[in-house]
T-cell receptor, first 115, second 110 residues
Framework: GAGVSQSPRYKVAKRGQDVALRCDPI?????LFWYQQALGQGPEFLTY????????KSGLPSDRFFAERPEGSVSTLKIQRTQQEDSAVYLC?????????????FGPGTRLTVT | RKEVEQDPGPFNVPEGATVAFNCTYS??????FFWYRQDCRKEPKLLMS???SGNEDGRFTAQLNRASQYISLLIRDSKLSDSATYLC???????????FGTGTQLKVEL
């Protein structure tokens, strides 16, 4: 079946522009996660949704970052007034979450470059 | 100090060698641990879970020592295709949050 998909795969933005990154999770997965991965680092947790509810947004680095999942499926991560330090790969993951499994399935990521 | 710490490497080993990666974690509330594999410019993928009793999957063995807050991954008879970055991962928040180490880069050479 289809995995997690993300679009666009690459995005170049000028400093100060707003960007929107899309994530389509695996069909039926109730949990959706966003991570930020800087060059040479592991992914860093940003936020988590269970269905349409955003249950944890403790990793969002500033109020310029906003995520939504209005119908409990597709999610959008929006970054306002982008800064150079926002340049990173943004990974989306989804999980079906049985009681015994925490496996998260990752999408290919969106590579954001802010110039 | 990061919650999950790994030696970034790179580890350059010849094909057929045995290589071990270590990872330490500081959050004693971490409930579960995993090793993920990430190929260059690709997404992370689950390699295996880590249990206190040890977990073996073919050439790969993972071990957790809760008393020392230490996790290991052993790769036997390494192949060229094992070249990747190996990420140590702790789970907190009821399984809602994965905390990744920086990753250890492995290069297997002829």
């Amino acid at each position: 079946g289809a995995g997690v998909s993300q679009s666009p795969r690459y995005k170049v933005a000028k400093r100060g522009q707003d960007v929107a990154l899309r994530c389509d999770p695996i069909s039926g997965h109730v949990s959706l996660f966003w991570y930020q991965q800087a060059l040479g680092q592991g992914p860093e947790f940003l936020t988590y949704f269970q269905n349409e509810a955003q249950l944890d947004k403790s990793g969002l680095p500033s109020d310029r970052f906003f995520a939504e999942r209005p119908e409990g499926s597709v999610s959008t991560l929006k970054i306002q007034r982008t800064q150079q330090e926002d340049s990173a790969v943004y990974l989306c993951a989804s999980s079906g979450r049985t009681e015994s499994s925490y496996e998260q399935y990752f999408g290919p990521g969106t590579r954001l470059t802010v110039t | 100090r990061k919650e999950v710490e790994q030696d970034p490497g790179p580890f350059n080993v010849p094909e057929g060698a045995t290589v071990a990666f270590n990872c330490t974690y500081s959050n004693s509330a971490s409930q579960s641990f995993f090793w993920y594999r990430q190929d260059c410019r690709k997404e992370p993928k689950l390699l295996m879970s880590v249990y206190s009793s040890g977990n073996e999957d073919g050439r790969f063995t993972a071990q957790l020592n809760r008393a020392s807050q230490y996790i290991s991954l052993l790769i036997r008879d390494s192949k060229l295709s094992d070249s990747a970055t190996y990420l140590c991962v702790g789970v907190t928040g009821g399984g809602n949050k994965l905390t990744f180490g920086t990753g250890t880069q492995l290069k297997v050479e002829l």
